[in-house]
């Protein structure tokens, strides 16, 4: 039975209906300056990509600036549609030790002072925009524009009415790009976007030179890690999955991870057994970003939980199998080829980053033999772009819009 994500039940209120607000105006030509803030992780400063685009080719001589966290400021490099990128560790993301403010008073003067037009707020349905809209009020920023549940009154002059989850909820990459869309900034590129460079695949060569892996031969990258531990699949499956898959196309697999996750990538590597010990590669900490998204570009098929290297293969257009927790439905693969699996279970869309039942039973229960035929499945579709799609088995999900 095939599945796909979008068909589970959708958090929704029961009888809750949202008012709308009223249209706005699109943004005329004195937006000159743009800010637009997006404090959270890398993946999600990818899944914005689509609406900077917007907003880039709206208005093509408006200087976009992005402000984001130290995570998602390393993405920055590589999108040609912002000018320039303030890195801040807000205090309304994330769980932090105890700060003191002058960090934040030092922030609202650099925005004052570096003179504003307009601010773009992004957030998930889960966040309150507000702190950053106050943080752009107090900035002099004359034109705010975000979702908010409550009514904002005068921190948020450009308002749309946040509709999620009352009435469903829409990927990521859509909820960006209906909001600036308000205001008049829509596009019809709406695919991810990240611009290696040079360098970037160089280096990459280089790197696998000096590590004896051969370039030239096709290759998969496995990623077992994710930063809540409620979306990592078992690294014990994940190397069950790696050697059915070597034992199947003879093709080298390449284990990634930063240097706190190379437990995950011994246990998967251990895992895979020796039989194929020598097609396994540890490359635990190998590279900067860079030349780990033009890893991620050459790859025959990425595996991975939902997480980082899951959305900068959307940006690229790599082949990638989804290891989804059902911890929320918005962070998909967009628009490239993949599958999504999931076990689907009662608990779903908890936004826990631990299991809160303790069976983590959305991912558990998913057979390794179902990653390694999925990788499969890829694999042999881009052999035969033509060839129309097969049903799959149950627990994966296809979508390649």
């Known amino acids: 039975m095939m599945k796909h994500l979008a068909l589970l039940a959708q958090p929704t209120a029961a009888h809750a209906t949202v008012a709308a607000t009223k249209p706005l105006a699109p943004w005329g030509d004195d937006v000159k300056r743009i800010l637009c803030l997006r404090t959270d992780n890398l993946g999600d400063v990818l899944m914005t990509t689509p609406a900077l685009h917007a907003l880039r080719t709206a208005y093509p001589d408006r200087h976009l600036t992005l402000l984001t966290s130290p995570a998602g400021?390393?993405?920055?490099?590589?999108?040609?549609?912002?000018?320039?990128?303030?890195?801040?560790?807000?205090?309304?993301?994330?769980?932090?030790?105890?700060?003191?403010?002058?960090?934040?008073?030092?922030?609202?003067?650099?925005?004052?002072?570096?003179?504003?037009?307009?601010?773009?707020?992004?957030?998930?349905?889960?966040?309150?925009?507000l702190p950053a809209a106050t943080m752009c009020y107090l900035a002099g920023i004359h034109r705010r524009l975000a979702r908010c549940r409550e009514n904002p009154y005068s921190l948020v002059n450009d308002w749309l009415r946040e509709t999620e989850p009352e009435q469903g909820v829409q990927h990521e990459v859509e909820r960006q790009l209906t909001l600036v869309g308000a205001v008049g900034a829509t596009t019809n590129e709406t695919r991810m976007r990240m611009q290696l460079r040079d360098i970037d695949r160089k280096t990459l060569a280089a790197t696998l030179e000096r590590r004896g892996i051969d370039a030239e031969m096709p290759f998969a990258v496995m990623h077992p890690g994710a930063s809540a531990e409620s979306r990592r699949y078992p690294a014990e499956r994940f190397g069950e999955a790696a050697a059915r898959l070597v034992r199947a196309t003879g093709i080298n697999v390449l284990v990634t991870g930063s240097t706190g996750e190379a437990s995950l990538v011994r246990a998967l590597i251990d895992a895979?057994?020796?039989?194929?010990?020598?097609?396994?590669?540890?490359?635990?900490?190998?590279?900067?970003?860079?030349?780990?998204?033009?890893?991620?570009?050459?790859?025959?098929?990425?595996?991975?939980?939902?997480?980082?290297?899951?959305?900068?293969?959307?940006?690229?257009?790599?082949?990638?199998?989804?290891?989804?927790?059902?911890?929320?439905?918005?962070?998909?693969?967009?628009?490239?080829?993949?599958?999504?699996?999931?076990?689907d279970v009662e608990c779903r869309w908890c936004y826990r980053s631990v299991c809160p039942q303790g069976?983590?039973?959305?991912?558990?229960?998913?057979?390794?033999?179902?990653?390694?035929?999925?990788?499969?499945?890829?694999?042999?579709?881009?052999?035969?772009p033509t060839r129309r799609m097969q049903t799959i088995p149950h627990r994966i999900a296809t979508h390649t819009e």
């Not at 994330?94 to 504003?116: K, Q, S």
């Open 272 to 343: 895979a057994g020796p039989s194929v010990r020598p097609f396994m590669h540890d490359l635990t900490d190998a590279f900067e970003l860079g030349a780990f998204a033009a890893l991620i570009e050459r790859a025959t098929v990425v595996i991975s939980n939902n997480s980082g290297p899951v959305h900068i293969a959307s940006a690229l257009g790599a082949p990638v199998v989804d290891l989804y927790a059902l911890t929320n439905p918005q962070h998909a693969p967009w628009k490239t080829p993949h599958r999504v699996l999931f076990n």
């Open 73 to 129: 400021a390393a993405v920055a490099p590589f999108l040609a549609d912002v000018d320039d990128v303030i890195r801040y560790d807000a205090p309304w993301t994330h769980i932090r030790p105890p700060r003191t403010h002058p960090a934040d008073l030092a922030m609202r003067a650099l925005l004052e002072e570096r003179r504003f037009d307009a601010a773009v707020i992004f957030t998930v349905y889960s966040q309150n925009p």
């Open 359 to 384: 069976h983590h039973a959305c991912l558990r229960d998913i057979p390794s033999i179902e990653v390694a035929n999925a990788a499969l499945e890829l694999i042999d579709e881009a052999r035969q």
